[in-house]
C-alpha cells in the first residue's frame, strides 16, 4: 500500500491478521497518541503507508504479548523502525481462546492485583473455577487502565458492564433466526455476529457522540 487510504481500507488491509479490528478501535488508539493520520480537506482520515505498519506493529504487540498502550508507546518512542514484529521484550504469543492466569494477566495489561480485584468484584473480568481468564480480559485491563489516568476508576464502570449484557442479549437475539447447521451454517452465524455486533458498537459510539456534542 502505497497511497493515502481511509479508515475503511486500513480496516481491509489488516484484516486477515486482525479479523476483529474495527473503526473504533482506531479511533481509541488514535486519541491515545499512538497513531496521528493526516486529515483530507474534507476532515477524513487518510493513514500513511508508514501509518499502517504502525498500527500493525501495535496489535501485534497488543495480541501476541498484552503489553499495556503505555508501555507500547514508550517502545515505539524508543524504536527508530515501526517494524516491532520481534520486539526486545519477547513474550510468549497467547492464542485467542487460551485461558490464562491472573499472574499472566497482571504482567501483560499492567495492571496490580488490587486492580485486578476491584475488576473482578465489579464484574468487569471474570475467572473461571480454576482462576484463570479469557485472553480478551486483558483489553479490558488495558482500557480499565487508561480510563485511570482520567480519574475513572472500576467502581465507575458497573453501568459498562450492565450495558454490555444488554447489548450481548440483542446479538443473541439477532442470531436466533440463523440456523448454524452444517459448516455453512456455522459461517453465517459467524459473519452475521461480527455484522450484529460492529452495528451494535457502532451504535453505541453514536449515542455517546451525540450526547457529548450537546456539552
Known amino acids: 500500500?502505497?497511497?493515502?487510504?481511509?479508515?475503511?481500507?486500513?480496516?481491509?488491509?489488516?484484516?486477515?491478521?486482525?479479523?476483529?479490528l474495527?473503526?473504533?478501535?482506531?479511533?481509541?488508539?488514535?486519541?491515545?497518541?499512538?497513531?496521528?493520520?493526516?486529515?483530507?480537506?474534507s476532515g477524513y482520515r487518510a493513514y500513511s503507508?508508514?501509518?499502517?505498519?504502525?498500527?500493525?506493529?501495535?496489535?501485534?504487540?497488543q495480541r501476541d504479548n498484552f503489553w499495556p498502550l503505555r508501555v507500547i508507546r514508550e517502545h515505539l518512542n524508543s524504536t527508530p523502525s515501526v517494524n516491532v514484529a520481534s520486539p526486545t521484550r519477547t513474550q510468549r504469543p497467547i492464542r485467542k481462546g487460551q485461558?490464562?492466569?491472573?499472574?499472566?494477566?497482571?504482567?501483560?495489561?499492567?495492571?496490580?492485583?488490587k486492580a485486578l480485584a476491584d475488576l473482578i468484584s465489579f464484574g468487569l473480568v471474570i475467572p473461571d473455577p480454576d482462576g484463570r481468564f479469557e485472553d480478551s480480559a486483558a483489553e479490558v485491563c488495558q482500557v480499565v487502565a487508561a480510563l485511570g489516568g482520567y480519574?475513572?476508576?472500576p467502581r465507575h464502570l458497573r453501568s459498562a458492564?450492565?450495558?454490555a449484557d444488554r447489548e450481548v442479549g440483542l446479538v443473541r437475539q439477532a442470531l436466533a433466526g440463523i440456523d448454524g447447521k452444517g459448516a455453512d451454517?456455522?459461517?453465517?452465524?459467524?459473519?452475521?455476529?461480527?455484522?450484529?455486533?460492529?452495528?451494535?458498537?457502532?451504535?453505541?459510539?453514536?449515542?455517546?457522540?451525540?450526547?457529548?456534542s450537546q456539552d
Open 185 to 212: 451454517g456455522r459461517q453465517r452465524r459467524v459473519e452475521g455476529r461480527t455484522a450484529v455486533l460492529d452495528l451494535v458498537v457502532s451504535l453505541h459510539e453514536a449515542l455517546i457522540r451525540t450526547g457529548l
Open 161 to 163: 458492564r450492565v450495558a
Open 22 to 41: 474495527r473503526e473504533s478501535k482506531i479511533r481509541y488508539l488514535e486519541t491515545e497518541g499512538l497513531i496521528a493520520p493526516s486529515r483530507t480537506r
Open 151 to 153: 480519574g475513572i476508576e
Open 99 to 113: 485461558r490464562i492466569s491472573a499472574a499472566t494477566l497482571q504482567s501483560r495489561s499492567g495492571i496490580d492485583a
Open 49 to 61: 503507508a508508514e501509518d499502517v505498519e504502525k498500527l500493525r506493529s501495535i496489535l501485534r504487540l
Open 1 to 20: 500500500m502505497t497511497a493515502e487510504c481511509t479508515i475503511g481500507q486500513v480496516i481491509a488491509e489488516l484484516s486477515a491478521e486482525f479479523p476483529d
